[in-house]
């Protein structure tokens, strides 16, 4: 009988090993879930900065612009357009749009600027419109983003 109880004794301290073993697992395993997880933010953080840097110092690339022309009653060549943003994270304004007027054979004819004061955010896009009086023999135009401002 003597030994019945030693083993009993014996099960109920391997048991109470096993159990503050457990706990010892779980609450380690809790804190390197939240250390790894502090980690993934900063990456994303760390992440995130960088590519607000990169289109808020170069926006151009992140910039596009389309559109159209045709010649009104009065014979101004009307160009409508649009700009897009494909960035992520800037919003840009006063974007500087470059204009050249093209014969039908290609030539160059003028260049002409027009900065258009909107504020631009991530993934919106804009419409324009304006009226120039062309040169003579114009055939097209084509538009391209020169310059643009990041806000703050």
Do not use: W
Request: overall charge positive.
């Amino acid at each position: 009988m003597l030994k019945i109880n030693f083993l009993a004794k014996n099960n109920a301290v391997k048991n109470y090993i096993i159990f503050l073993l457990v706990i010892a697992i779980c609450s380690s395993s809790c804190e390197t879930a939240e250390v790894k997880l502090n980690f993934e933010k900063q990456d994303y953080d760390q992440a995130k900065e960088t590519l607000l840097e990169k289109e808020t110092k170069n926006p151009l690339p992140f910039l596009l612009v389309n559109g159209s022309n045709k010649r009104n009653l009065v014979g101004q060549t009307v160009v409508r357009g649009k700009l897009v943003s494909l960035a992520t994270l800037a919003v840009y304004k006063d974007v500087n749009v470059e204009l050249k007027f093209f014969s039908k054979t290609g030539a160059l004819l003028e260049t002409d600027n027009e900065t258009f004061y909107e504020i631009i955010h991530p993934g919106e896009s804009r419409d324009f419109k304006t009226k120039y009086f062309a040169p003579k023999g114009t055939d097209s135009v084509a538009l391209k983003v020169v310059a643009a401002k990041s806000t703050p």
